[in-house]
């Protein structure tokens, strides 16, 4: 992985590129003077962190005379150094800025900043392997072209937990499942004091056609709704499956799924009000 260097504009969308590095493994530094590179370089080598970027722009002004040697000094040490620039046209960039509120770096009228501020960078945007005019583009648009640029791959989990409607649904999950349909083995002496991940708490759960049928739409709509949302640039979906008190029937379904579903990277998070024997 290159060792990459993000600049730009203020408002061209340098905060969505960074997170787009971050969540794709990068460590990231922002807001780092051209004098401390070389350090940071030594840093990150020392701990063996393969994927690095850092922002160096506007705000850091007052050290922007050192670039040119810092950039020389850095390309000899990283033969993969990557600098990456964003730039927009300054009535969309305004716009952004009226949009967010926020001031601008240089903080005096905002299109007499935006010129100050393309000419104070003119130095890192003549050392730039790739420009982005971001003026066209929305934040999912240029995080997808980050991704392209540098080669990565969009990773994505689907988290599954089960849990009990008694000991109330969680509230971080993007889905919750009601399974409380499906036989129940709590009314099998022999399976009540197993768990769902027992053989036979399974099949008695899934123990008959409609069951089955349940189960299959179910599956289909987790996926449907999982591949939604990683087309909609997210990064994870959690998917919380109940059932009376999470022993047995949420057990056994978040078990399957992560099974069939194993495609979507499946993380299973936790079986959080199951007790096993002897609890």
Same mark, same amino acid.
């Given at each position: 992985?290159?060792?990459?260097?993000?600049?730009?504009?203020?408002?061209?969308?340098?905060?969505?590129?960074?997170?787009?590095?971050?969540?794709?493994?990068?460590?990231?530094?922002?807001?780092?003077?051209?004098?401390?590179?070389?350090?940071?370089?030594?840093?990150?080598?020392?701990?063996?962190?393969?994927?690095?970027?850092?922002?160096?722009?506007?705000?850091?002004?007052?050290?922007?005379?050192?670039? @040119?040697?810092?950039?020389?000094?850095?390309?000899?040490?990283? @033969?993969?150094?990557?600098?990456?620039?964003? @730039?927009?046209?300054?009535?969309?960039?305004?716009?952004?800025?009226?949009?967010?509120?926020?001031?601008?770096?240089?903080?005096?009228?905002?299109?007499?900043?935006?010129?100050?501020?393309?000419?104070?960078?003119?130095?890192?945007?003549?050392?730039?392997?790739?420009?982005?005019?971001?003026?066209?583009?929305?934040?999912?648009?240029?995080?997808?072209?980050?991704?392209?640029?540098?080669?990565?791959?969009?990773?994505?989990?689907?988290?599954?937990?089960?849990?009990?409607?008694?000991?109330?649904?969680?509230?971080?999950?993007?889905?919750?499942?009601?399974?409380?349909?499906?036989?129940?083995?709590?009314?099998?002496?022999?399976?009540?004091?197993?768990?769902?991940?027992?053989?036979?708490?399974?099949?008695?759960?899934?123990?008959?056609?409609?069951? @089955?049928?349940?189960?299959?739409?179910?599956?289909?709509?987790?996926?449907?709704?999982?591949?939604?949302?990683?087309?909609?640039?997210?990064?994870?979906?959690?998917?919380?499956?109940?059932?009376?008190?999470?022993?047995?029937?949420?057990?056994?379904?978040?078990?399957?799924?992560?099974?069939?579903?194993?495609?979507?990277?499946?993380?299973?998070?936790?079986?959080?009000?199951?007790?096993?024997?002897?609890?």
């Amino acid at each position: 992985m290159p060792f990459v260097v993000v600049s730009g504009l203020s408002g061209s969308g340098k905060s969505t590129a960074l997170r787009t590095l971050e969540d794709a493994g990068f460590f990231i530094t922002d807001n780092l003077p051209p004098e401390l590179w070389g350090a940071m370089h030594d840093l990150v080598t020392a701990r063996s962190l393969k994927c690095v970027a850092i922002s160096t722009d506007a705000r850091t002004r007052d050290f922007l005379g050192a670039l @040119e040697t810092s950039y020389t000094r850095l390309s000899r040490r990283r @033969e993969d150094l990557r600098v990456l620039f964003l @730039e927009a046209h300054s009535d969309v960039l305004l716009k952004r800025y009226n949009f967010t509120r926020r001031e601008h770096p240089l903080g005096e009228n905002l299109m007499v900043d935006f010129a100050r501020e393309r000419d104070l960078l003119a130095p890192l945007r003549a050392i730039a392997d790739t420009v982005i005019d971001t003026t066209d583009l929305s934040a999912k648009e240029l995080a997808e072209r980050v991704r392209g640029l540098f080669r990565l791959e969009n990773s994505f989990t689907l988290r599954l937990m089960s849990f009990g409607f008694k000991h109330a649904p969680p509230r971080d999950a993007d889905m919750v499942l009601d399974v409380r349909s499906l036989p129940n083995p709590y009314y099998d002496p022999a399976l009540r004091p197993k768990t769902g991940l027992d053989a036979g708490v399974a099949r008695y759960a899934f123990g008959d056609e409609a069951a @089955e049928q349940f189960y299959t739409e179910l599956r289909d709509f987790v996926r449907v709704a999982a591949e939604r949302a990683r087309a909609a640039g997210r990064h994870g979906y959690t998917v919380a499956v109940g059932c009376t008190g999470g022993q047995h029937r949420s057990v056994a379904v978040a078990a399957r799924l992560a099974q069939d579903l194993e495609d979507l990277n499946v993380n299973v998070m936790d079986h959080r009000d199951m007790k096993v024997d002897g609890e």
